[in-house]
């Protein structure tokens, strides 16, 4: 575990490498959590098995002692420097689950992520359909997976070019971390990296 400084403040990163890695699996917590939330330890798990280097961040905020979150621009800058400053000579699989997703969705290009992972992207706030956020899941071009709770009050995004959704039981918390570690290992070689 490493501080890392970031534009608004340090973020704290937990790197798990591998000899050899083929790739890097960097994972971001939701908004009110930490990265040890059972889908994020069942992503990095996957990712570990299948031969990746897996750093789990967490945003400055959170350092801080805050719960609430900082504004989505604050959070995409600080996951891009962070992103930067760890300078991997491997491809990038962005991700993370709920905040952490749409962070890691708005910034895949800025990051050149060669792909994504979204666990429990929230679609919209609970009961407001209107206020969607499925452009920032739509704006994303390289291969993404999306585990979401099958009751997920949050929504349910369709399937789409270059995008698997895999619904598993729950809703948005995904409690599983062998339900999501089997999902997300099963979609691992599928991609190109």
């Known amino acids: 575990m490493k501080l890392l400084d ?8 937990h790197v798990h490498p591998v000899d050899g ?21 069942g992503a990095a798990a996957a990712a570990r098995a299948a031969g990746l280097t897996v750093v789990l961040v967490e945003q400055p905020y959170r350092v801080a002692g805050r719960r609430s979150p900082a504004p989505a621009n604050q959070l995409d800058a600080a996951w891009v420097s962070v992103i930067e400053q760890l ?16 962070v890691a969705c708005r910034t895949a290009a800025a990051t050149g992520a060669a792909a994504v992972l979204c ?3 929230p679609v919209h706030p609970p009961g407001r359909p209107e206020k969607s956020r499925l452009d920032e899941l739509d704006a994303v071009t390289v291969p993404t997976l999306v585990v979401q709770g099958e009751r997920d ?23 599983s971390s062998a339900t999501v570690e089997q999902k997300v290992s099963a979609w691992l070689p599928s991609i190109t990296i």
């Open 6 to 13: 970031t534009p608004h403040g340090p973020a704290r990163v």
């Open 21 to 41: 890695p083929r790739a890097a699996l960097v994972l971001g917590h939701g908004a009110g959590g930490g990265v040890e939330s059972p889908d994020l330890v």
């Open 87 to 102: 300078a991997f000579e491997v491809p990038l699989i962005a991700g993370g689950r709920s905040s952490g997703a749409r």
């Open 119 to 121: 666990l429990a992207f």
């Open 153 to 175: 009050p949050f929504g349910l995004p369709p399937s789409a070019p270059n995008r698997t959704v895999v619904q598993i039981p729950g809703t948005h918390s995904l409690r």
